[in-house]
């Protein structure tokens, strides 16, 4: 199973914010629309960086509410993991596990295209394994 797969059932919307976006912005987007982490972007297409919940709580710890008037890119990861449709699932929960983050944007021909996250791998890999399971149930049982 490849990343195309997943955005395929999940859709393939990712939720921008501007560099320039106050950090107070983030969380408001990030409450409101009940995700864990926001990519930066100016256009939509390309990667600036990305802002999750951990770097806002690291924010918070160093410079205290004053953070809320910060912009988004003093906070901002810069150095993005990225995925392509074509990559295997079990290629990009590696990244995941190895780099210690839960969502990785997906690029098609140098464009933001999609974002995955831990827990829609571990849905679809589950999935994946379950089918293989009854397969080879009714294998053995025939």
């Known amino acids: 199973m490849n990343v195309k797969s997943i955005l395929k059932s999940k859709g393939a919307t990712v939720e921008t914010i501007r560099p320039d976006a106050t950090l107070g912005a983030a969380i408001d987007a990030l409450a409101l629309k009940r995700i864990g982490v926001l ?28 953070l809320l008037d910060m912009p988004v890119a003093s906070m901002m990861t810069q150095a993005v993991k990225t995925c392509a449709p074509t990559d295997p699932i079990t290629d990009v929960m590696e990244i995941m596990t ?43 049982a025939h």
């Open 39 to 66: 990519v930066v972007s100016e256009d939509g297409d390309a990667i600036l960086g990305i802002i999750s919940e951990r770097d806002i709580v690291t924010g918070l710890a160093k410079h205290g509410a004053s």
């Open 98 to 140: 190895n780099q210690r983050i839960r969502h990785v944007p997906v690029l098609n021909a140098g464009k933001l295209s999609g974002i995955v996250s831990i827990g829609d791998a571990v849905k679809h890999r589950l999935w994946e394994l379950e089918t293989e399971a009854g397969y080879l149930r009714d294998y053995i």
